[in-house]
């Protein structure tokens, strides 16, 4: 059974840092693609960053620069490095696995990241 947990989202002052987790159970890296993904209210769910099976990293615009994901392959845990946060980065944050072959797509329950000005 697949299990993606999510930890270390807060309340942080702008220009602030936030290093979210994700721990993963049931899966392996070696077969899927991890990323994170954030839903502000109101909003629709989008992209933040991935990191690809082979370890290729991929970011949404906004996010390039001030975001790094990662991933302990020991630990089986993804993490999101946040720094310079916005309000506008203000939502709840998921974690995602996506099987490379069969495309199986699994969700985190989120952590919610707020950011006050």
């Known amino acids: 059974q697949v299990q993606l947990v999510e930890s270390g989202g807060g309340l942080v002052q702008a220009g602030g840092s936030l290093r979210l987790s994700c721990a993963a159970s049931?899966?392996?890296?070696?077969?899927?693609?991890m990323g994170w993904y954030r839903q502000a209210p109101g909003k629709q769910r989008e992209l933040v960053a991935t990191?690809?099976?082979?370890?290729?990293?991929t970011y949404a615009y906004s996010m390039k620069g001030r975001f790094t994901i990662s991933r302990d392959v020991a630990k089986n845990t993804v993490y999101l490095q946040m720094n310079s946060l916005e309000p506008e980065d203000t939502a709840v944050y998921y974690c995602?696995?996506?099987?490379?072959?069969?495309?199986?797509?699994?969700w985190g329950q989120g952590t919610q990241v707020t950011v006050s000005s």
């Open positions: 049931g899966i392996t890296f070696s077969l899927n693609a």
């Open positions: 995602n696995a996506r099987h490379r072959i069969t495309t199986d797509m699994y």
């Open positions: 990191i690809s099976s082979g370890g290729t990293t």
